[in-house]
């Protein structure tokens, strides 16, 4: 039987969701006679700032729902970056003590300033070992967003049943990126359930496994290497992703998905990252398609991450550099594209 606390834990995130704004439909300007309109999900005017805070609650509810998170328990993540900061919110929410276990390098002080604690690993790969034995050594939970996200239950809260909502028509191409592949996988089954005509794009970085995996049919496909891009891709195939619902992988340079949130920035003002750069560039990979095809409609992607720290990262040359990304390039093509009308596509 759930437990009162279990029972006003629900109904404190229920709240939450309900009094937290539908994210703005951004539409992003292409040029005039173009008859491809190109519009932008801003997941960034979430409380925390991220795609990410819809699945945190969503986690939470899941967990609390069936008994893993109790009053008092103590939760714990193998992540940092968004996601941490989303789930330092919810328990705070809550009234629950927090620890993100993360890489030696990552910075934890969103999760701090939401009253978290951080504790740093290295090298990277073992925060999850490291959370699951720390879990077990103080009786916490460990919510295990990457595991958990393959059965999660929105609950009226995922991002693709507002967005559906918003855009009136369903779009041609609705284009997301992948981290636990949850936000992929709930876009791909609304279109299924509803039987409805748009098809579903995501977009994957440099080292991720999911455009290999994707291609090749290999669910167990495994690269071994992070990606370089926050907040999307995987070194792995992850549970919450299912290849089944995706009509489209699209492979994104690094580089181009630098040289995209620099465009984002320049043509919105808003300072997106670099995983809103990889979401653009498949968008407008799609565009070109459709209008070479002589298609009519809407293409929707999101941006996930916008906030002042991408000043650091993606749109200062010190940094791309430093990683070994020259954007110019592609922000040459972007430039051909967008203001002189010369039309590239993926193959």
């Known amino acids: ?89 919810f328990a705070r929410l809550l009234g629950l003590p927090y620890i993100a276990v993360m890489p030696r390098r990552s910075s934890g002080e969103g999760v701090e300033r939401l009253g978290g604690t951080c504790r740093y690993v290295d090298p990277p790969l073992a925060i999850y070992g490291e ?30 049943e507002e967005l559906f909502g918003q855009v009136g028509e369903c779009p041609h191409w609705v284009v997301v990126g992948a981290g636990t592949g949850a936000t992929s996988a709930a876009v791909g089954r609304r279109l299924r359930t509803h039987e409805l005509p748009g098809r579903l794009a995501v977009v994957d970085p440099e080292n991720s496994a999911y455009f290999p995996g994707w291609v090749s049919g290999a669910a167990d496909y495994s690269t071994g290497m992070p990606s370089r891009i926050e907040g999307i891709g995987r070194p792995r195939m992850e549970p919450g992703f299912v290849p089944d619902l995706v009509d489209l992988v699209v492979p994104v340079p690094d580089a181009a998905s630098v040289a995209a949130a620099r465009r984002v920035r320049r043509d919105t003002g808003l300072t997106v990252g670099g995983a809103t750069g990889a979401n653009l560039w498949g968008a407008l990979e799609l565009v070109t398609r459709m209008r070479a095809q002589g298609i009519r409609g809407d293409v929707v992607t999101v941006i996930g991450d916008a906030g002042a720290r991408h000043l650091r990262t993606c749109h200062d040359d010190g940094w791309a550099e430093g990683k070994g990304l020259d954007w110019r390039p592609h922000a040459a093509r972007l430039e051909r594209l967008l203001d002189h009308g010369e039309s590239w596509t993926i193959p």
């Open 131 to 160: 959370a699951r034995e720390l879990a077990d050594r103080i009786g916490g939970h460990y919510l295990d967003h990457y595991v958990s996200a393959a059965a999660v239950d929105w609950h009226g809260g995922s991002l693709a």
């Open 1 to 89: 039987m759930i437990s009162a606390w279990a029972v006003e834990a629900v109904a404190l995130l229920d709240a939450e969701m309900e009094r937290t704004p539908v994210t703005p439909l951004r539409r992003f300007p292409l040029p005039a006679g173009w008859e491809v309109r190109l519009w932008m999900k801003d997941e960034s005017a979430q409380p925390t700032g991220s795609l990410k805070h819809r699945l945190a609650r969503a986690l939470f509810r899941q967990a609390i729902a069936s008994g893993r998170i109790a009053e008092g328990s103590t939760v714990v993540e193998a992540t940092g970056g968004a996601m941490a900061v989303a789930q330092a919110y």
